[in-house]
């Protein structure tokens, strides 16, 4: 494979999407415009906040969200992607990824409003159905067979990430690695002609620190873990992912999962459902579904330890991993 020139510029781009930043970084000819790329990257980030956030009470998802049981509902092609795509992985693992836990979500404090002691009682004590049980579809339209509330958070970044990558090649842009929030996604090599690299974080709620290093070549890498986004209980924090058995935050998990797949959608909704079954029972999936995974564990000492899943990370934990071709 030939190199990228040297003399090419080096562009880095980010805005504010999602209630965080997204990021690209890219090389080019030093007389290329970066402002259409930029425009562009944003007008995508944008259209999946419009189309997928809890956040907004008028986005695509809500109003879906707002309408009778029983009635079709038309939804534009990017959420029913990813509504059809979050059912597939709820299928397949069995419904450990649940994008129906909006309610369960939004009652311990990890939407709008902070937490609402009824609607926890009301979330626990519910009677579920997985999503991939109530969900219908029609062409473009969409129904509920139940009563269900949907949260795509665990999943829209990464398709997000995955529209950042698609902008750039519509723009030409082959090599690139693109991002939100920590979910990245690899496009081709750098100049060097090296994969991209990628730190897996360690799982410190303190401070930022690498655990491992991922080298990346078209692939993308997302993770789900404890220790960013929480709520505090009797002195114990929660994590953010709900257990859809319980319809609460989990009590026992691993400290993070992270899963290195095709699309960054599916990396983070399977980063999310490993979580969700924690280090034995993912691992067991993960091997039988051929999934690339690294579990990280709290030891006593409060170390983590790696227990990797996959060609990439050959049952150790990860030092460098590469991925090609995906």
Not at 207 to 230: C, F, M
Not at 283 to 299: H, I, M, Q, S, V
Request: charged share 25%; proline share 5%.
């Amino acid at each position: 494979m030939s190199k990228m020139s040297t003399e090419c510029a080096r562009i880095a781009l980010n805005g504010a999407t999602m209630g965080t930043r997204w990021s690209a970084l890219f090389f080019a000819e030093p007389d290329f415009d970066p402002g259409p790329v930029r425009a562009a990257l944003q007008g995508a980030v944008d259209e999946i906040d419009a189309q997928m956030s809890t956040w907004k009470p008028d986005s695509a998802l809500m109003r879906l969200n707002a309408a009778p049981v029983g009635e079709w509902v038309a939804v534009p092609e990017r959420l029913r992607d990813v509504l059809q795509l979050g059912l597939k992985i709820g299928r397949a693992s069995g419904g450990a990824f649940d994008i129906g836990m909006g309610d369960a979500v939004m009652a311990w404090g990890f939407g709008p409003q902070g937490a609402a002691p009824d609607g926890i009682r009301a979330a626990m004590q519910a009677m579920r159905r997985p999503a991939h049980e109530v969900l219908e579809f029609d062409g473009a339209n969409v129904r509920k067979a139940a009563p269900i509330a949907l949260d795509l958070n665990a999943i829209a970044k990464g398709y997000g990430v995955d529209r950042l990558a698609e902008t750039l090649r519509d723009h030409a842009v082959a090599n690139a690695l693109v991002g939100i929030d920590g979910e990245m996604r690899a496009m081709g090599l750098r100049p060097d002609g090296e994969a991209w690299t990628i730190a897996v974080e360690a799982p410190d709620a303190e401070r930022r620190t690498p655990h491992s290093i991922l080298g990346l070549q078209d692939a993308a890498v997302a993770t789900s873990g404890d220790y960013r986004h929480w709520v505090e209980v009797h002195g114990r924090r929660l994590s953010h992912t709900m257990d859809p058995r319980r319809g609460a935050p989990l009590i026992a998990s691993p400290a993070s999962v992270s899963v290195v797949a095709r699309t960054c959608a599916e990396a983070d909704a399977w980063a999310t459902a490993l979580m969700v079954l924690g280090a034995e029972r993912g691992a067991a999936l993960a091997r039988r579904t051929g999934l690339d995974a690294l579990f990280l564990l709290r030891d006593d000492d409060a170390s983590a330890r790696g227990v990797g899943v996959g060609r990439l990370f050959s049952e150790e934990p990860a030092a460098t991993a590469s991925i090609g071709g995906q």
